[in-house]
T-cell receptor, first 110, second 114 residues
């Protein structure tokens, strides 16, 4: 089975940087995804990591260490619209199932 | 916008009733996955359909069933509704055998069971 852990809530100031950690224990691993979800809306894809290292996409970066079962999502130059839940999800080896963490609710304050 | 659509947007049912939710996948995608998301939690995998066959199932009872049609759209059926079935139901489409098989989500159907 899969077990995904991420903090429940984080608060940060507009313009700052926030790092959301995700740890996982899996019986199989075929990639880690980060999604953003605004209240009442669908999750939207942010990033994908399957190899160790950092993937950068504009203000968002995601890091993976497979040996440590660890990932983080880094949000830079925070904007008010970044207030949302951020979901970490691991894909199983067979590739047909995403297991999600409970989500980290990020509140950006002026 | 992901190109994944779901209907209806909202639905209210009573215990014991049956419900059918619908999903149209993004153009070019051949796989649909369904998830249940309770308030304040992450989505939970229900099952996936690929080429009209079930291709993996999560820890949900048999009263949760599905279909995929030749145009890759899909239905989720839930029989004998229970109060705990109240949730946001999300479908996600993807292209199996693509480079990342990234799943793109529709807007969801909010089901309330009274």
């Amino acid at each position: 089975g899969q077990n995904i852990d991420q903090p429940t809530e984080m608060t940060a100031t507009e313009g700052a940087i926030v790092q959301i950690n995700c740890t996982y224990q899996t019986s199989g691993f075929n990639g880690l995804f980060w999604y953003q979800q605004h209240a009442g809306e669908a999750p939207t894809f942010l990033s994908y990591n399957v190899l160790d290292g950092l993937e950068e996409k504009g203000r968002f970066s995601s890091f993976l260490s497979r040996s440590k079962g660890y990932s983080y999502l880094l949000l830079k130059e925070l904007q008010m619209k970044d207030s949302a839940s951020y979901l970490c999800a691991v894909r199983d080896r067979r590739g047909n199932k995403l297991t999600f963490g409970g989500g980290t609710r990020v509140l950006v304050k002026p | 916008e992901t190109g994944v659509t779901q209907s209806p947007t909202h639905l209210i049912k009573t215990r014991g009733q049956q419900v059918t939710l619908r999903c149209s996948s993004q153009s070019g995608h051949n796989t649909v996955s369904w998830y249940q998301q309770a308030l304040g939690q992450g989505p939970q995998f229900i099952f996936q359909y690929y080429r009209e066959e079930e291709n993996g199932r999560g820890n949900f009872p048999p009263r949760f069933s599905g279909l995929q049609f030749p145009n890759y759209s899909s239905e989720l059926n839930v029989n004998a509704l229970e109060l705990d079935d109240s949730a946001l139901y999300l479908c996600a489409s993807s292209l199996v055998h693509g480079s990342t098989d990234t799943q793109y989500f529709g807007p969801g159907t909010r089901l309330t069971v009274l």
